[in-house]
Each structure stands twice: as C-alpha cells, then as structure tokens.
C-alpha cells in the first residue's frame, strides 16, 4: 500500500505519539479501544460466504438479441416528415415517418396494370375453357391460356407483396407512411426531412423492451470456470445471471464473449460501461471480509484480526474478489472482526511491506 507524503507524515506523527503504548510483537499489535479511534481504525464482521466471486469484468449493457428492431423503408425516396423523437414511447399503428417515393408510384402503376392484364388473360383462359369442353377449340390451346393467366397472378402477388411490405399506408400524393408494428421505445430516428433513404435502409430503431443484456470479455484462463446460471453482480448492487459463456477465443481480443441478463429498471442503458462480478455457490469452507480488509504482507494476501489486547495478522488464501467484497480461507472465523480502515498504521506497525 502505497501512502502520499502528507499521508506519511501523519502516520510518523501518530505513531511517534503512541510509540510509549503500542507494544508489537512479531505479527502480534498491541492497542487499546481508545487507541483505535487516534489511527482511525474501524471494524467489520466476518461472516460465511453463502457464494464467492469468481471473476471480476468491465463489461458493457446490451438490449437483448431480438428486442431491438429496425424499421425499414421498402421503397427509395425522400424524408417528408419524422413523426417520432429518440425516447419517445410509441404504440402498434402509430405513424413514424413519411417518404415521397417515385418507386412506390412506379410499383403501384404496375400493379394496376399487372390486375389488368390478369382480368383480361383469365377472360381468355375462361372462354378457351369452355369451347374445350365442347371440343371446339384445342385443350392443348386451353392450357397454355390457362398457364398465362397463372403466371400473371403471381405477377400482381409479387407486387402485392412489394406494395404491403413493411405494413405502410399509401397516400395519394404518391408518399408513405411508415407505421409502428410494436410497441416500444425510439432508439434512433437516423434521418431528418429532406434526406434521401434507399430501399431497405433502417429509417427507424426501436426497442420493445425494457430487459438487458450486459456483453463482456472472458480471459482465456477462465473459460470452463464460468458456467451459464453463474450469478453475476454489478457495482449499484443489481444481480443477474450468466446466460452463455462462448468456447472460442477471439483473435483480436484473445478472450470469449460472456452474455448475462440483469433486471429491467435496475438504473443501466444500453452502451453503458460498467464492472461486473461473477458469483458461484461458495464452498462450505469459504469466508466473506470486506474487499479493503485484505493487504499484502511480504507478498501474501493478509487481513488484521481484532483479539483482545489489539490485532493478530491472519495469511490467508484469497478465493475470489470483487470490488465491495473478498471469498477467502484461513485462519478466520465468522463473527470475529477485521480492520477495513487504518491500515497504513498498522502495517507501518508491522513492518510490512
């Protein structure tokens, strides 16, 4: 633990006032009650891990896979009117957008005529029909009028299709309005009056719930040991749970994708950075101390322990750490108290390093 130098000169003052009264001997600190408040030293529980962290990661908040949809605009042409702002809540036949389009005129007018030429070839087919029935025209004749009118019925079905992709409505100043299929919220309206937009291009995105995801890398050395159901913990306090953990490593990142799901409302936005921690049922042997109990003494992981007459250094055998917390073993049991401020004082105490 590394001090300042003011930090260092209110230890030395400190300790040089209390040089007369604290008695160390080897991992062993005399202090009294009253001593404890003058090195600001506070306490805290040990108590039985009911799970230990297994990984700590930064990570990103993600809208889950499919709940987040794009609204395309069918048929090229350009934006009249945005109806809708990012944010704003929206519900199923509300209109987004409106798009002049010469394509959707071009398509409409061939549709029209395509339901034309299918009337007049199923006339034909019809009246063929009849007079091979009565064996004065050829079947053969009958057919091949009856295969035209086929193909143009799938014909003007193409262009029906073309027309209600998209399930927007037609106006008659040859524009369209895009209409909202689901409700939801608007992500992003990525054009404005006046722009161009080509078929197929996404004019609208919108989310239509309000669960997420939270996307983060997996080192290679720990893959195998995070498992789907794992429970993951965020730094606000929001738990969730692993859902897939990928077995392949990326090769410009050298690590797997980890996919976990945390509750709707729980104060998180999609594209949010945030450190999350991986959970697993604890062994029965397993500790919970504060994360800042834990110091490193001669390069071991090291916590102080309160006894009776001051403070005992306990090694232990650190298991898992996250930001608030540390799964650990050794020498400990639940209830007995370890110090979580003040450790600069006691390791100059000590003599650690």
Avoid: C
């Avoid at 007049?120 to 029935?133: F, K, M, S």
């Avoid at 919108?206 to 965020?234: C, E, F, H, M, N």
């Amino acid at each position: 633990m590394w001090l300042t130098g003011h930090e260092k000169s209110s230890v030395a003052a400190i300790l040089l006032m209390l040089a007369g009264t604290l008695r160390v001997l080897g991992a062993e600190i005399e202090i009294s009650e009253a001593q404890l408040g003058r090195l600001e030293i506070t306490l805290e529980e040990v108590r039985q891990a009911t799970d230990e962290a297994v990984a700590l990661l930064p990570g990103t908040i993600i809208p889950p896979m499919n709940t987040r949809i794009a609204v395309p605009a069918p048929f090229a042409g350009t934006v009249v009117s945005v109806n809708v702002l990012p944010g704003e809540e929206i519900v199923p036949g509300q209109t987004l957008m409106t798009i002049a389009s010469r394509e959707l005129v071009e398509t409409l007018s061939q549709l029209r005529q395509a339901e034309a030429n299918l009337t007049a070839a199923q006339a034909v087919a019809e009246r063929y029909r009849g007079l091979a029935d009565k064996n004065i025209a050829s079947p053969t004749r009958a057919a091949e009028t009856q295969a035209q009118a086929s193909g143009l019925k799938a014909v003007v079905e193409e262009h029906k299709r073309l027309v209600a992709m998209g399930n927007i409505e037609s106006n008659p100043d040859g524009s369209y309005a895009l209409i909202a299929q689901h409700a939801g919220r608007i992500v992003d309206a990525s054009v404005g009056p006046g722009a161009s937009i080509a078929a197929m291009a996404t004019a609208v995105t919108i989310d239509t719930s309000d669960d997420l995801w939270v996307d983060a890398q997996l080192p290679a050395s720990l893959i195998g040991k995070v498992r789907s159901g794992d429970t993951i913990r965020l730094e606000n306090g929001t738990m969730g749970k692993v859902l897939s953990v990928s077995h392949s490593i990326d090769r410009k990142t050298r690590s797997a994708i980890l996919t976990g799901s945390i509750p709707a409302r729980s104060g998180f936005v999609p594209g949010q950075m945030v450190t999350l921690s991986i959970h697993r049922k604890a062994m029965q042997s397993g500790l919970d101390v504060p994360a800042a109990a834990v110091v490193w003494l001669h390069g071991k992981p090291s916590v102080f322990v309160r006894t009776e007459t001051g403070f005992s250094v306990r090694e232990i055998t650190l298991k898992g750490k996250t930001l608030i917390a540390a799964t650990v073993e050794g020498p400990l049991t639940p209830g007995q108290k370890v110090a979580v401020t003040g450790l600069a004082q006691l390791e100059n105490l000590i003599g650690g390093e």
